[in-house]
Every structure is written in structure tokens, then in C-alpha cells.
């Protein structure tokens, strides 16, 4: 009995163990799942932090990249934009460039056009022509030398010319034909105005446009020779010439301080005697 009693109290107490084991276990299986959801929550925080973190990262990167893309693109469209414009640029130059050197070529094409012809002209000898073209010819892109030759070779023919209209007015002249001789020295000044005979052409044209009434184109031509000429031998005749042309229409006190000049200047003059004489006589009537 007592045998039974103690393997009673026995299985009791393994009960009790037992059921206190299972009650740890329990508590302990509790708690570790408490522990394995604290676990699982922090996982779960922590990958989701992890995870916007990756998305912040990548998003950043992809900016940066973004970014390093559009500046390098945006470098390299200015600097192609700047190519095309420097290509341009150039482009135009070169056309300006093909366009001037086009028409220098064309200029001096026609240039050696009038040379030619200018050249022709010299050969045949046809001196007004010649002349008249050469005022043509100038214009065009000649070389200096050609200006030279040219200008030369006008020179010469405009002094012939000047020489040969001085003659034949002197020969109309003797003839009495005054209007072609006022023609003539008009045209001989109006060839070569610094030729040696200029001043005598100019004296003769004078008298000649007393002849035909035309004192007033007279006398400026003879004021100026009789103040500076030149030819120092037509300077008394200038002077004489002009005191005649102011008494012919009436300009007296001008005519009278002239030949007041004149006969002071000029006392050995040819003329001296006539000067007197008319100045004797304006004095007595004006």
C-alpha cells in the first residue's frame, strides 16, 4: 500500500513536472514567437528602408546620368552649331572671295579689251579718236604701265593737235576769217592749255573775240595774261589789248587805270605812244 501511495505521489510529481515543463516550453515557445515576430517586423522595416533607399539611389543615379548625358549632348550640339557656323562663315567668304576674283577677271578681261582697241586707235594714227577714247579707256583695270604708255601717248597727240589748231588759226587769221580762228585757238587751249604757245593762243584767241564783238570773253583772258604769262613778250600786247576791250564798252576808269599801268610798266612798248594818246584822249572826254 505504502509501495503504491509512493508511486502515486511519483506520478503526481512527474505530472506536475511535466506540467511545468510544459508550461516553460509553452512560455518559451510564446516568447520565441514574440522574438521571431520582432524579428520578422525589424526584417520587414529594414527591407523596406533598404528598399527606398535602392529606389532613392537608383533615382539619383539615373538623374546623374541624365544629367551628365544632356550636358554632354548639349556640349557636343554647340560645338557641331558652332562648326556649321564657322563652315558657313567660311563658305561665304570663299563665295565673296570667288565673286571678287570674278570680277577682277572680268574687269581685266575688258580691260584688255579697250587696250587693244585704244591700241588700234594708235597705230591708225586717229588722234582725236584717240583722245576721246582714251577718257573711256582709263577706266577700265589697266595695268600701270599700260596707264603710263596710254597717257603718254595721248599727251603726245593732244600736243600735236594743240600745235596744229594754234597754226591754222593763225592761218585764218591772215585770211580774215576770224570765226575759225577763234575756233581753232579755242580748240589748241582746250588740247594742250600748258603748251609754249598757250599764251600766244591765248592773245590771239582775245583779239578774236574783239573782232566778233565778244570784249566781255576777252577780258578776262587778258587780265589774267597781263598779270602773269608765261611768255614774257605778250604781256605789253595783253595789256594794250585790254585797255582797248574796257574803252570798247565804256568801262573809262578801268581803261584809264590800265593804260596808267601800261605806260609806267611798258615805257619802250611799240604800243607805248598809242596808249598815251588814248589815255590823253579819256582824259579830256571822261
Known sequence: MDE???????????IIESRGLIIRTNNLTNALAADIKSIGKRQQNFERRAFRNSAAANLLFVVVVIGVVKFAW???????????????????????????????????????VA???????????????????????????????EIAFFRDAVQEARSELSVNSYHEGLDNIRAGRWHEAVVAFEEALRFNPTATHAPSAQLNLAK????????????????????????????DDAMFL?????????????????????????????????????????????
Open 4 to 14: 503504491f501511495d509512493e508511486e502515486l505521489r511519483d506520478i503526481k510529481r512527474e
Open 74 to 112: 548639349d556640349a557636343r550640339v554647340e560645338s557641331v552649331e558652332g562648326e556649321t557656323r564657322r563652315g558657313k562663315t567660311q563658305i561665304a567668304q570663299l563665295k565673296t572671295e570667288l565673286q571678287g576674283q570674278q570680277q577682277q577677271t572680268d574687269a581685266r578681261g575688258r580691260a584688255e
Open 115 to 145: 587696250a587693244a582697241g585704244f591700241y588700234e586707235l594708235m597705230r591708225s594714227g586717229k588722234k582725236r579718236e584717240l583722245i576721246d577714247a582714251y577718257e573711256i579707256t582709263r577706266k577700265e583695270k589697266l595695268t600701270r604701265a
Open 208 to 235: 578774236g573775240y574783239r573782232r566778233l564783238n565778244r570784249q566781255r570773253d576777252a577780258i578776262p583772258i587778258l587780265v589774267k595774261l597781263s598779270k602773269a604769262s608765261a611768255d614774257s613778250e605778250v604781256l
Open 242 to 286: 585790254l585797255s582797248e576791250c574796257l574803252i570798247d564798252i565804256q568801262a573809262w576808269n578801268d581803261a584809264k587805270t590800265t593804260l596808267r599801268n601800261f605806260i609806267r610798266r611798258y615805257p619802250k612798248s611799240a604800243y607805248i605812244n598809242d596808249a598815251k594818246m588814248a589815255l590823253a584822249d579819256l582824259s579830256v572826254k571822261h
